[in-house]
């Protein structure tokens, strides 16, 4: 079987990593010559993979009609911002026998549409899975025993895609809500911005495992609100993305955040990261639909605040502490 990858960062490029191990032919395409040359020649990434050896079985395309040709499942891992137009340029190419997985997270402006349901827009007569769940690109280019999550509204397809990714290191679950696995992946990043403010800031773990219980209380009740099944939430895609992503440095919004809770400016912080940083679009996107569907967020608000309106970190934190008291009873409503 060979398998085509749309975008060669991070992900993309540990995941072409992964099946190449597996003994599948890999064609990963990027817009990015120097980097596809970089994989052809000296077969590395060290702009997103550092000191990480790419298997010779993965070949770096520049054009992405060559990547989709002949391939059975094709792996979308571009930047959310980017994958409505990359579904458009590409659409024409792809056969409606063709599987297509999503790694990516997040949800688009203005829309809220999730990443699968662009995709399906795009292009309606394929069959769509989203992979997702606590999966730092480092560890799974390293064979580091990882866990993930294949979900899917049609659960053979799923099953399908589990077959084709799960080996020893790299442990694969079915899921069929869709809904909740694509915005507990989309909130989380979010989360993760404001943990790693909070450790910017010099506070504890107090702070953060309070950050990320309300957190994750947050994302399930939006995502109730949409018609995802809670219990998703207690799962891999849900609390297991949020326990990785706010405690670990390989995670670039964690990272972000702490320098904004060192005073360091937005663009500076993103800048300094070198790659894209979801959560800072996701909280724009998450701000406006939860107050379009009337889902109370008080931490992502509190983020949007300080993202785009300048206020104070410590400002927010203040005002997220002496809110109206409250019971712990967790409400989905």
């Known amino acids: 079987m060979k398998i085509g990858v749309i975008g060669a960062g991070s992900w ?27 994989i052809n020649t000296k077969h590395t990434n060290e702009h997103y993979l550092k000191n990480v050896e790419i298997p010779n079985s993965v070949k770096g395309v520049s054009d992405v009609k060559e990547c989709i040709d002949g391939k059975k499942i094709l792996v979308f891992a571009v930047p959310s911002h980017a994958l409505r137009t990359v579904c458009e340029n590409l659409k024409k190419y792809i056969q409606k026998e063709q599987v297509l997985v999503s790694l990516v997270k997040g949800l688009e402006n203005n829309t809220f549409e999730r990443m699968s349901e662009i995709i399906k827009e795009e292009c309606p007569n394929n069959e769509v899975v989203v992979l997702s769940g606590p999966t730092h690109a480092e560890e799974v280019a390293a064979s580091i025993p990882t866990t993930i999550v294949a979900a899917s509204e049609n659960i053979e397809a799923a099953e399908f895609i589990q077959d084709v990714f799960m080996d020893n290191n790299f442990r694969v679950y079915t899921n069929h809500d869709v809904v909740g696995v694509e915005i507990g992946a989309a909130v989380k990043n979010i989360v993760a911005l404001a943990a790693g403010i909070s450790d910017g800031l010099g506070y504890g773990d107090n702070t953060k495992a309070a950050l990320m219980t309300r957190g994750i209380a947050e994302i399930t009740r939006l995502g109730v609100k949409l018609g995802a099944d809670p219990m998703t939430f207690a799962g891999l895609a849900g609390i297991g993305d949020l326990i990785v992503t ?39 996107a998450v701000y406006n639909l939860a107050n379009k569907v009337g889902v109370e967020m008080p931490i992502v608000n509190a983020l949007y605040d300080v993202l785009f309106n300048g206020r104070d970190p410590r400002e927010a934190v203040n005002e997220l502490m002496t809110r109206d008291k409250k019971s712990e009873v967790i409400s989905l409503s």
Do not use: P
């Not at 919004?253 to 996701?282: F, H, P, W, Y």
């Open 12 to 38: 993309g490029t540990a995941i072409s990593i992964h099946l190449a191990k597996k003994g599948y032919e890999v064609e990963v395409w990027d817009r990015n010559q120097e980097l596809i040359n970089e």
């Open 246 to 284: 706010c405690t670990s440095m390989h995670s670039r919004n964690r990272r972000c955040g702490i320098l904004l809770g060192k005073g360091v400016d937005l663009e500076t912080a993103k800048q300094q990261i070198g790659m894209v940083v979801e959560g800072v679009s996701a909280t724009e």
